[in-house]
């Protein structure tokens, strides 16, 4: 499957920005969607995932209660909602599917481009 994500910028410190992850290929529903992101000189790191049916979902302890992840099936898009943004949320943020919710970025296969989020103090 191939991931195109979008959405990111610049925001002030306590602002939102809603990430989107269009695919094609195969169909969304079989593939669970994972975020992802990393800041300069840091590794890859895991934010969010959520399983084929929406139900499912896990998040890092450093966005519990402020980002939000989603996807819509009859549009092949996933999205990841961010609010309260912080300084520290600033990273390329990238999405991706793999075949079970997983925090480790080797468990995804296929991955998008990744969309830079920028947040100001």
């Known amino acids: 499957v191939q991931l195109q994500a979008s959405g990111g910028g610049l925001v002030q410190a306590g602002g939102s920005l809603r990430l989107s992850c269009a695919t094609s290929g195969r169909t969304l529903n079989s593939y669970v969607m994972g975020w992802f992101r990393q800041a300069p000189g840091k590794e890859r790191e895991f934010v969010a995932a959520i399983n084929w049916s929406g139900i499912v979902t896990n998040y890092a302890d450093s966005v519990k209660g402020r980002f939000t992840i989603s996807r819509d099936n009859a549009k092949n898009t996933g999205y990841l909602q961010m609010n309260s943004l912080k300084p520290e949320d600033t990273a390329v943020y990238y999405c991706?599917?793999?075949?079970?919710?997983?925090?480790?970025?080797?468990?995804?296969?296929?991955w998008g481009q990744g969309t830079q989020v920028t947040v100001s103090s």
């Open positions: 991706a599917a793999g075949p079970n919710i997983a925090t480790l970025d080797k468990g995804y296969g296929d």
